[in-house]
C-alpha cells in the first residue's frame, strides 16, 4: 500500500500543535532550572558560601602554635543521609553568630547529628581499634567534637565545620594567643576558647570520642 506523505505531515503537524505547549512548559522548565543552578553556583562563589558542605577540622596546638588540618570533606548529604537532618543542620547554621560560632541545634536532634559525624571520623581511624583490640599497642586519646560555622574575623569560607579536638587541650587552652600558621586563625582561637567555656556549662553540646593509633 503507498504512503500517503501528504497524510504523515499532516499528522504529524497536527501532533506538534496540540502538543507545542507542553514542549514549550518543559524546555522553559530545562532553561530556567540551568540558569537557576548556574546563578546560583556564581552567588555562592561570589560570597565564599559552601554551607552545603561539611569540614571536620582537627585543631591542636604543636609547639606553641595553633595548627588546623582538615581530616575530611563531605556533602552534608554524605554524612547526615537524611533530609530532615540535612535542612536541621543547615538552618542551624544560619543562625550562628559572630558571638556564639556553635550551631544551635534542637537538644534532642544533637546526639544523633553529633553521631553521624563521628562515624565519619570513626571510620578513618578503624585500623586503630582493630590494633587495640587485638592488643596491639596503640596510643588512644579522647577526642571532643561540636558543629559549627564561625561568621568573625576574616573567614575565607563559609562552611558548616565539625571541630575536632582533644578534651585535655580543650580544657586547658593556654591564655595568651599561640602562634598562628595565618593570622584569619586567630578566629579559631576565639571559637577554641568559646567551646571549652561551652563544654563546662553544656557538655551535651558536644560529644567524645576515643581515637587510637
Not at 507545542?20 to 540558569?35: C, P, Q, R, S, T
Not at 556564639?100 to 585500623?127: Q, T
Not at 573567614?155 to 580544657?171: C, E, G, N, P, S
Not at 591564655?175 to 586563625?185: A, C, G, K, V, Y
Request: net charge positive; hydrophobic share 45%.
Amino acid at each position: 500500500m503507498a504512503i500517503s506523505w501528504d497524510k504523515v505531515i499532516e499528522t504529524l503537524t497536527d501532533f506538534a500543535r496540540s502538543n507545542a505547549l507542553k514542549w514549550g512548559w518543559g524546555l522553559l522548565f530545562l532553561v530556567g532550572g540551568w540558569w537557576l543552578g548556574k546563578w546560583r553556583a556564581w552567588s555562592q562563589w561570589r560570597k565564599k558560601d559552601f554551607l552545603g558542605r561539611l569540614n571536620v577540622s582537627l585543631n591542636m596546638i604543636c609547639n606553641g602554635k595553633l595548627l588546623i588540618r582538615t581530616i575530611v570533606e563531605k556533602s552534608l548529604e554524605e554524612v547526615f543521609l537524611n533530609a530532615l537532618a540535612v535542612r536541621t543542620v543547615r538552618k542551624a547554621a544560619n543562625r550562628t553568630t559572630e558571638a556564639n560560632p556553635l550551631l544551635p541545634l534542637p537538644r534532642d536532634d544533637i546526639w544523633y547529628i553529633l553521631n553521624s559525624v563521628l562515624n565519619e571520623v570513626a571510620e578513618r581511624f578503624s585500623a586503630g581499634e582493630i590494633r587495640r583490640d587485638m592488643g596491639i599497642a596503640v596510643t588512644t586519646q579522647h577526642y571532643l567534637i561540636c558543629l559549627t560555622r564561625e561568621r568573625a574575623g576574616d573567614v575565607k569560607t563559609q562552611k558548616v565545620r565539625a571541630m575536632l579536638i582533644r578534651k585535655d587541650l580543650l580544657l586547658n587552652l593556654p591564655d595568651e594567643m599561640p602562634q598562628l600558621e595565618s593570622p584569619n586563625h586567630e578566629t579559631r582561637f576565639r571559637t577554641l576558647q568559646f567551646m571549652a567555656a561551652l563544654y563546662k556549662k553544656e557538655p551535651s553540646q558536644f560529644l567524645g570520642m576515643d581515637i587510637s593509633l
